[in-house]
C-alpha cells in the first residue's frame, strides 16, 4: 500500500509548508501568486517524479506533462492540478503512476490526472475538442524531454491542421456556455470563469488563435 504518513514524507511536508507561505504572503497577488504557486509545484513535481524513476530503474520512456490551466502556469489556490503522464510501453506504469499521484492525494489538492501512452494521446486528442485543447499549453515537467517535446509538438500540429473542425466545435461550445451562465456584466453574482466576457473567453481565444 502507498505510504500515506506525512511524517515519511519530508519533501511533501516542506512543499505543503512552503505553499502555505506563499498563498499567505500579501505582496503576491494575480498573476504573481499564480506563477510562485506553479514554479513551487514544478519543483516538488519534479522531484517527485524523478524519486519515482530512480525506485523503478525507469531511465526513458516516460515523462510527467502539466496541461490545462497549469499547463498555462495558472496555478491559484484552489486550482486543479491536471497532469498526465506519457509513455513508450513502460512496464511499470502503473506503479509509478501510484508513486506520483498518492502523494500528491495527501495533500488534499484537486488532481486531475491521466496515463497515456504516445500512440493513444495522439488519437484522443484528434477527437476530444478538450485533449487537443489542454495539450496546446501542455509543458513539460519530468522525465524524458525528448518524449515529451515531440509529442507536444505532433499534438499541437494535428490541432492546427484540423483546424476549421475544432474551430466549428468551439464555437458551438461557446455559444452553450454563454447561453447556460449569461453575461459577468449584468450578475451580481456572476460566473466569472464560464460567463460571457469571462476567464473562459480569454481562454477560447487563445484557443482559437493556436487552431
Not at 498526465?84 to 510501453?89: A, P, R
Not at 495533500?107 to 490526472?113: D, V
Not at 484528434?126 to 524531454?145: F, H, K, P, W
Not at 456572476?190 to 493556436?210: M, T, V
Request: a negative charge; charged letters at 25%; proline letters at 2%.
Amino acid at each position: 500500500m502507498p505510504d500515506t504518513d506525512f511524517g515519511r514524507n519530508t519533501g511533501l511536508l516542506r512543499f505543503a509548508q512552503e505553499r502555505i507561505e506563499i498563498i499567505g504572503r500579501a505582496d503576491l497577488q494575480g498573476p504573481a501568486l499564480c506563477t510562485a504557486l506553479s514554479e513551487l509545484t514544478d519543483a516538488w513535481l519534479e522531484e517527485l517524479f524523478d524519486d519515482a524513476c530512480r525506485q523503478l530503474r525507469v531511465t526513458s520512456g516516460v515523462a510527467l506533462l502539466a496541461v490545462g490551466g497549469y499547463g498555462r502556469g495558472e496555478l491559484a489556490p484552489f486550482s486543479d492540478l491536471d497532469l498526465i503522464i506519457v509513455h513508450d510501453s513502460c512496464a511499470v506504469i502503473d506503479e509509478l503512476a501510484g508513486k506520483v499521484w498518492y502523494p500528491i492525494w495527501d495533500t488534499r489538492i484537486k488532481l486531475g490526472h491521466g496515463v497515456r501512452t504516445r500512440k493513444d494521446t495522439l488519437k484522443i486528442s484528434s477527437d476530444d475538442l478538450d485533449v487537443a485543447t489542454s495539450m496546446m499549453t501542455a509543458r513539460v515537467l519530468a522525465g524524458d524531454n525528448s518524449l515529451a517535446t515531440s509529442l507536444i509538438t505532433e499534438t499541437q500540429a494535428q490541432t492546427r491542421n484540423a483546424g476549421k473542425r475544432w474551430l466549428s466545435q468551439l464555437h458551438s461550445r461557446v455559444l452553450r456556455r454563454h447561453a447556460q451562465a449569461g453575461e459577468v456584466a449584468f450578475y451580481l453574482e456572476p460566473d466569472l470563469k464560464e460567463g460571457l466576457g469571462g476567464l473562459r473567453d480569454i481562454h477560447a481565444l487563445w484557443w482559437a488563435i493556436a487552431a
